[in-house]
């Protein structure tokens, strides 16, 4: 079984800063990755997929590298909007498998 | 515009049985697998389950296996979750997700619903 590694657990950062979120798999989960925002009750939303695609809707602001077992999520500069809680996921072909992160919380400094 | 809604959650006995519904509008419906995920209270993210377009193919997290029963019904644009000897350990909020993909295995989760919540409790 995969597991995802996130780091930092949190992130305090001012609005403005540039963030930077890493993600590690305990093996290779090739361009599979993705990642999602949770802001406090809400549902998860996709930012990002196959490691570095933006999905629909989502500020160029937010982008993400890696392949392999590292990855970065990379917010350019924080809006207010962005302090959330940030979650990668990796998929596994056989057995149909989905991991999650245990996540990276960014809050304001 | 696509819409999950969750429904169903309730406070259930350890050892009980829930059926958790997901009504599914803004897309066709059986070109997309979906997908079960839950969120235990202050907790991450933990992937439940997935069944395939057609309902033809299934599976389950090994947390939840040989417990829960995913369907669906295409000609209701309705996702189901059969909750059977329910432990407290699967207290949580349940959502349902789109796959972006046709393939089991392909595409991250577009969509989300709002979640249910189910408590299990004595």
């Known amino acids: 079984e995969i597991v995802l590694t996130q780091s930092p657990a949190t992130l305090s950062l001012s609005p403005g800063e540039r963030a930077t979120l890493s993600c590690r798999a305990s093996q290779s989960v090739s361009s599979y990755l993705a990642w999602y925002q949770q802001k406090p009750g809400q549902a998860p939303r996709l930012l990002i997929y196959d490691a570095s695609n933006r999905a629909t809707g989502i500020p160029a602001r937010f982008s993400g590298s890696g392949s392999g077992t590292d990855f970065t999520l990379t917010i350019s500069s924080l809006e207010p909007e962005d302090f959330a809680v940030y979650y990668c996921q990796q998929r596994s072909n056989w057995p149909p498998r989905f991991t999650f992160g245990p996540g990276t919380k960014v809050d304001i400094k | 515009e696509v819409q999950l809604v969750e429904s169903g959650g309730v406070v259930v006995q350890p050892g009980g049985s829930l059926r958790l519904s997901c009504a599914a509008s803004?897309?066709?419906?059986?070109?997309?697998?979906m997908h079960w995920v839950r969120q235990a209270p202050g907790k991450g993210l933990e992937w439940v389950s997935l069944?395939?377009?057609?309902?033809?193919?299934?599976y389950y997290a090994d947390s939840v296996k040989g417990r829960f029963t995913i369907s669906r019904d295409n000609s209701k644009n309705s996702l189901y979750l059969q909750m059977n000897s329910l432990r407290t350990e699967d207290t949580a909020l349940y959502y349902c997700?789109?796959?972006?993909?046709?393939?089991?295995?392909?595409?991250?989760?577009?969509?989300w619903g709002q979640g249910t919540l189910v408590t299990v409790s004595s």
């Open positions: 069944i395939s377009w057609d309902g033809g193919s299934t």
């Open positions: 803004g897309f066709t419906f059986d070109d997309y697998t």
């Open positions: 997700a789109k796959s972006s993909g046709v393939v089991i295995t392909e595409g991250p989760f577009d969509y």
